[in-house]
């Protein structure tokens, strides 16, 4: 783990820090540091417009990250567009499709759990052109139930989106499960993957999505980064939301337009190419791990923070029986951005607040929380600083770091 600890230069800047809000964002390897300085350092040409060689290995480049990432997911190429992150591929499913395949009354079925990039452009779509957004019950833990999935699906119900991994609750939902189900009653599955792929293997066709969205910087790659996967018949049945250069065979004074087929007509403008080259080396650096490893190597230390959280009677633990590296709480008698200013006084870095799920508050009976995430650069001496500080924390040692 030491070793693995060496590649990523925070920890040579902050060596004292424990970080545990890979919920939010990982951290980057020099390799994909490297990457990305190395595109402005050597290269600095756009894509797909330029005849000369720097152009042409930037061309080369990006390219080769969107075989890489298909690779990555067990797709073609071709079913690959690359966005500004989860939040604009989540989006573009709902202006891209649902804005053109939907009609007034169609349902769209969400859960309560869904982070706001999830949601939010459903409640647009819905004042827009009159979709109604219904919700499939979670159950007492937070969970989303096969059963209950199940009892929500109706002939109205024409887009289900759930996330694969909850931002807050950290359950993994079998998405192949729900996809069949899904799909026996005629609707279309997205998939909210951005705390999923970083995690575990993901594989789309084994899986039977229609569409996978998700972030580079919550796996190890740069921030403005962002992929959306489409079975191609998806795309087919898809306008782009964004158009200008790159997106377009051809157009004329008359309004008519001619875009170009697959990911290109969703790619207009210059992307974020240095984003995307250093997210081809954040591919390779997971891959060299093993994302069959990863939950592996997060598991222990995520069980023994689990353990002693449950164990302290001032705590509240909200995911008791999480599947993944989330663990959210809260402090009795302590606000969360307290225990969080208390903790980062200790050097240790969580998040806390309502982590853009805001209607799972009623499930969760409570605001706020605190959100610790981890990733397998996390070591076991620093979950043993944390359940120290845990087991120390009181309301006047949280009041003195303001004074």
Not at 114 to 135: C, D, K, M, R
Not at 205 to 223: I, R
Not at 280 to 287: C, K, M, Q, R
Request: charge should be negative; charged fraction near 20%; include cysteine.
């Amino acid at each position: 783990m030491e070793l693995t600890r060496k590649d990523f230069p925070f920890f040579k800047r902050n060596p004292e820090v424990a970080y545990f809000d890979n919920a939010a964002t990982t951290l980057k390897p020099q390799g994909v540091i490297d990457a990305v300085v190395d595109y402005y350092e050597r290269l600095s040409a756009n894509i797909h417009r330029g005849d000369y060689a720097a152009s042409l290995e930037t061309s080369n480049l990006y390219e080769r990250t969107r075989s890489k990432i298909a690779g990555f997911i067990q797709t073609d190429p071709r079913n690959i567009v690359f966005t500004s992150g989860a939040s604009e591929s989540l989006n573009l499913v709902a202006y891209g499709y649902g804005k053109y395949n939907l009609h007034p009354g169609d349902v769209v079925l969400l859960s309560e759990s869904e982070h706001a990039s999830n949601t939010l452009p459903w409640f647009q779509l819905a004042e827009e052109i009159g979709i109604v957004v219904e919700y499939v019950p979670l159950d007492e833990t937070g969970r989303i139930t096969l059963d209950s999935l199940e009892n929500a699906l109706h002939e109205k119900v024409k887009v289900v989106s759930l996330a694969h991994i909850s931002n807050v609750l950290g359950y993994i939902n079998d998405i192949k499960a729900m996809a069949a189900r899904i799909h026996h009653h005629g609707a279309v599955f997205c998939v909210d993957g951005a705390q999923s792929i970083g995690h575990i293997p993901v594989d789309v066709a084994d899986l039977d999505v229609d569409f996978f969205a998700f972030s580079a910087h919550k796996m190890l790659g740069p921030t403005g980064v962002g992929v959306l996967y489409a079975k191609p018949e998806m795309f087919a049945s898809m306008q782009p939301v964004s158009t200008g250069g790159g997106n377009n065979i051809r157009y004329n004074a008359c309004g008519e337009v001619v875009f170009k087929d697959g990911p290109a007509k969703f790619e207009s403008g210059t992307p974020n190419i240095e984003g995307v080259i250093g997210f081809g080396s954040a591919i390779d650096y997971l891959e060299k791990v093993g994302m069959e490893n990863i939950h592996a190597m997060i598991q222990p230390l995520h069980q023994k923070a689990l353990r002693a959280l449950g164990a302290m009677e001032h705590v509240t633990v909200y995911n008791p029986y999480a599947d993944s590296s989330i663990i959210s709480f809260a402090v009795k008698g302590i606000f969360a951005q307290d225990v969080a200013v208390y903790l980062d006084s200790l050097n240790i870095s969580v998040r806390s607040g309502e982590h853009c799920a805001k209607m799972l508050n009623g499930v969760l009976h409570a605001e706020k929380s605190v959100r610790m995430s981890l990733y397998f650069y996390n070591t076991e001496v620093e979950i043993d600083r944390f359940i120290k500080a845990m087991e120390e924390i009181t309301i006047e040692k949280a009041i003195d770091v303001y004074l």
